[in-house]
């Protein structure tokens, strides 16, 4: 089995266990950077994937919680290497999917990236400034260690682009459910119910909804049009507030 | 990557410039040999290939072309004077010349560009303008295009440049922009730059992001050059016509580049002219102390370009310094980064404190007060004079420096406070 195909399995197994499949995202090292596997270990209890996010000193398509974990993380010294290391390290088995922007990955170099990744339990990336056009150089590399790169499609993809893109993701299809940047709180437009269901008609692997997604009647309402719910920005606050990650990612699923 | 761009053969950079001077670059993909190419976030995708369909449309619509020109002639006050520095010339033993930008309305050259992406935001139907700026000229230029073509316009600017460029923040309000501003990350430009695609993603439809530099993913780069080219088209004929031929070298500075692409791509065919980009050197060599980018930068991905760029060995962005607001910047247009691959132009860089003496010398003997990103050009040619006697110099004066009276001020009086 590729590595990425154990993203597919996860999350295909508690659709066959009539759940909605639970993606958590945190960045790595935040709030503290020595509790990184701990928090990880925790959330991983209850994601059937988990999502690490690397630190960017410029995340463009995220919004103020992800701004404010990725700028602590790096001034506590989180780094690629690092994450990898500490990855490595560990003992979790739930599949891993580390999100990105391009020049952190560009700086690891692509096939020393690949290498490492692939021996510290990650199974694919997600490059949120990277379209489908320029990605060939990294999913070759991705490619040779049978690593998945996750395609995202949005609301404002066309249905051509977005029939294309659903058949050369890998893993899942992550399904931004808003024109916009990580962690809103707007409520979700109905229409996101319409577009879900359109993505889902060109998808042979699972789908899975994200950004924005804080409350257990969206993940119920996302949970009957899609596979699986990502949940970043409000998982963030409530670590850093200091609340029961673990229940938390437990009472959304209702 | 790197390697491979230092081996260039001879025969690689000769059809490289041949290809930018017949107009083949930016390629399909928008690239500039291995440089360029857009690297958006998939929710721009569409947007921005609807800009690239709306850039040829734009460019081929001979009426909204000759409207466009009309505007920059009575509004814009174009061309802008060719003005032959006496003073400079003098005691620099050189022929100086300088393109006076500082004389376009909104006292720089930005406005070339903002009036022109103002134009072609009225024609994609944009229900308003999104912008970000370092300096504030290219601020305060698209808070003026706006106004002038009619359409609501937001400037991010970090915090850090609200508090030196202050008189432009005013001049924003006045001409009805909402300027927001930007304390996340360095409070600079590239801040801005961050927060205006953030703005961007979230109506990509409606909104027009009109950006203010020869960076930013593919058509953007391409897109200012095309506008800013005036500069340089006007520039070669006027130096012809004053001069009586071309110039031995142009001189201009580089923050994101896009004065200096304007003044030296007319010119890229005329291999008898040198150019030379001066990148600001802030305090000295030093990582962090400077945004010398194509001198101590190596390739990356920044605001959806692939080019040289200020990163540290994680991968992140460099933090910068600059007595300059407008150069202030980590990365560089990718038309810059191939120039200098394939040694078609020169890039050094200039300190804060040669900047500014090359600024009160302009202001004692030309009687023109340059702006200080300029005033980075006007060094650099001066040293470049001093190896080079007696030659032509034709210098993109971008500028004019009343926008940076408050740093000015701090600055004299620092130094009479030493002396
Ligand atoms: C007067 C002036 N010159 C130069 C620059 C640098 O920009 P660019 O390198 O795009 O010309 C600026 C930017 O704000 C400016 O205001």
Redesign the pocket.
């Known amino acids: 089995m590729q590595l990425h195909q154990k993203i597919s399995v996860a999350l295909n197994a508690a659709t066959a266990a009539g759940r909605v499949g639970l993606v958590p995202f945190v960045t790595a090292g935040y709030p503290i950077k020595d509790e990184f596997i701990k928090v990880l270990s925790e959330i991983c209890k209850d994601g059937d994937v988990v999502e690490v996010g690397v630190p960017f000193s410029d995340p463009m398509a995220d919004g103020i919680t992800i701004q404010r974990s990725s700028h602590s993380a790096i001034e506590q010294g989180v780094t690629l290497n690092w994450i990898i290391d500490q990855l490595a390290a560990s003992d979790i088995d739930t599949p891993i999917v580390l999100m990105s922007y391009l020049n952190p990955l560009l700086a690891y170099g692509y096939e020393a990236l690949a290498a490492d990744a692939a021996k510290a339990g990650v199974c694919g990336f997600i490059v949120p400034d990277l379209p489908w056009e320029e990605s060939e150089h990294l999913r070759a590399a991705l490619e040779t260690q049978g690593l998945g790169l996750v395609q995202l499609v949005t609301p404002a993809t066309p249905e051509d682009r977005l029939e294309m893109l659903c058949k050369v993701s890998q893993g899942f299809i992550y399904a931004v459910t808003v024109t916009g940047v990580t962690g809103g709180d707007q409520s979700m437009p109905a229409e996101v119910v319409d577009y879900l269901d359109v993505v889902k008609r060109h998808a042979s692997i699972p789908v899975c909804a994200g950004f924005g997604v804080r409350e257990p009647s969206q993940v119920a309402m996302l949970g009957k049009h899609a596979d699986g719910v990502i949940v970043g920005s409000a998982l963030l606050e409530k670590i850093e507030s200091g609340e029961d990650a673990a229940a938390f990612l437990r009472g959304l699923q209702g | 990557m790197n390697e491979a761009l230092e081996n260039m053969s001879d025969a690689d950079r000769a059809e490289h410039l041949r290809k930018l001077i017949a107009g083949e670059y930016p390629d399909k993909r928008g690239r500039y040999g291995p440089f360029g190419g857009s690297y958006a976030p998939e929710t721009l995708v569409t947007a921005l290939k609807r800009l690239e369909q709306g850039i040829h449309e734009f460019l081929a619509d001979d009426e909204l072309q000759v409207e466009l020109r009309r505007e920059l002639k009575d509004w814009v006050g174009r061309p802008t004077a060719l003005t032959h520095a006496r003073g400079l010339s003098k005691r620099w033993g050189a022929d100086v010349w300088l393109k006076r930008e500082d004389l376009a309305h909104t006292g720089?050259?930005?406005i070339n560009n903002a009036l022109g992406q103002a134009f072609l935001a009225k024609k994609l139907g944009a229900k308003r303008v999104v912008a970000e700026t370092?300096?504030g000229?290219?601020g305060v230029a698209t808070a003026a295009a706006c106004a002038r073509v009619g359409i609501p316009c937001t400037v991010y600017m970090g915090a850090v440049d609200i508090e030196r460029q202050a008189p432009n923040v005013d001049r924003m309000y006045q001409l009805g922009a909402n300027v927001v501003p930007v304390t996340g990350g360095d409070a600079t430009l590239r801040a801005a730059i961050d927060e205006a695609f953030r703005n961007w993603v979230a109506d990509p439809a409606e909104t027009f992001y009109l950006l203010?530099?020869?960076v930013g993913p593919h058509p953007y780069p391409w897109l200012v050059q095309v506008l800013q080219s005036v500069i340089g088209t006007e520039a070669r004929a006027q130096i012809i016509e004053a001069a009586g031929g071309l110039p031995d070298i142009a001189v201009a500075?580089?923050?994101?580049?896009?004065?200096?692409i304007g003044l030296f791509h007319p010119m890229l065919a005329d291999s008898g002219i040198e150019m030379l980009g001066i990148e600001a050197g802030g305090l000295g060599p030093d990582l962090g102390d400077n945004s010398a980018t194509l001198a101590a930068g190596k390739p990356g991905v920044l605001h959806g370009t692939y080019s040289m760029l200020l990163y540290d060995a994680d991968g992140q962005i460099q933090e910068t310094h600059s007595v300059s607001?407008?150069?202030d910047y980590p990365g560089v247009g990718p038309e810059h980064a191939l120039l200098k691959t394939i040694g078609r132009v020169t890039y050094h860089s200039i300190t804060d404190d040669v900047a500014l003496d090359a600024l009160r010398e302009c202001c004692a003997f030309e009687g023109i007060l340059p702006?200080i990103?300029?005033s980075h050009a006007l060094a650099g040619a001066r040293e470049w004079a001093k190896e080079n006697p007696g030659k032509r110099i034709l210098i993109g004066l971008?500028?004019r420096g009343d926008k940076d009276m408050p740093t000015l001020s701090k600055h004299m009086s620092f130094r009479e406070a030493a002396e």
Do not use: R
């Open positions: 720089a050259h930005k370092g300096a000229q290219h203010g530099s020869a500075c580089v923050g994101g580049g896009s004065n200096a607001a407008g150069l702006a990103e300029s971008s500028g």
